[in-house]
């Protein structure tokens, strides 16, 4: 191929070079919100409601203070 006569020469009449892009329509603006994070992580969600906690963090946290009194008792140099 000569030098101009390739779909890659960018010397389109018609304006269709491969530099002139369609800009991207603007973002969804309505309340704020990017459209590009899902919905579902955004909406309102009622306060936790006091009350018991899990058993899960109730152990969480005897094991932290297990291992902090460990630590403070047989603490190298101490």
Known sequence: MATGDGPDDGGDASGN???????DAPPNTRRGIDPTVEGVWLRHRPP????RPRFSTVLLV???IA????WVTLRPGG
Not at 48 to 51: A, D, I, N, Q, S
Not at 67 to 70: G, K
């Open 17 to 23: 070079s491969p530099s002139s892009e369609v800009p």
């Open 48 to 51: 936790p409601r006091p009350g």
């Open 62 to 64: 005897a094991a932290f």
């Open 67 to 70: 291992l902090l009194t460990l």
